[in-house]
């Protein structure tokens, strides 16, 4: 397999990364506005797109072992290890691109990870004081006539 190969599988990874970033802040729009509705189609769409991502990383993988193979090098080797290691310049700079473009994903995928996740834990404990506040609410007394969600007496 070529350093070609492996460029081509790095797009592939990049593309999933773009995709995963963009459902993120879906997600995070979703989240911030309050259109708790959707939010569950966002997060099944993030898991979508994070299965592709683990198969194209695992295809990544492989076509890195090969190109390792190729240069007498181990293959669990390192993109950044692998991009020294090549004897074209050319191919040298496009490898390190992609590396820098994936750690700058990585880095701006785990910002929205972690700021989601923050919205989630307050929407969910904002959810549950509401479920605790009607849980709470005195049952209807006989001049009430019953339970009521709502408090309509002044």
């Known amino acids: 397999m ?10 592939r990874e990049r593309e999933l990364l773009d995709l995963l970033q963009f459902k993120l802040e879906e997600q995070q729009l979703l989240l911030v506005s309050g259109k708790s509705r ?5 997060a099944r769409e993030i898991e979508t ?8 990383s695992l295809s990544r993988a492989v076509a890195s072992s090969w190109v390792a193979a190729e240069l007498g090098m181990p293959e669990d ?17 496009v490898l390190n691109q992609h590396l820098q473009a994936l750690r700058t994903s990585a880095s701006s995928i785990t910002a ?9 834990r307050s929407a969910q ?3 549950q004081e509401s479920l605790a506040a009607l849980d709470s609410e005195p049952s209807g007394s006989a001049e009430d006539n019953g339970p009521r969600l709502l408090d309509t007496k002044l």
């Open 77 to 93: 080797v390192t993109l950044a290890q692998l991009a020294a290691a090549v004897n074209e310049p050319a191919w040298r700079e």
């Open 2 to 11: 070529s350093v070609n190969a492996l460029s081509t599988r790095l797009w």
């Open 112 to 120: 929205l990870r972690d700021t989601n996740s923050t919205y989630l």
């Open 125 to 127: 404990r904002a959810a």
């Open 49 to 56: 797109v994070l299965e592709k991502l683990r198969e194209a």
């Open 38 to 42: 959707w939010v569950g189609h966002a």
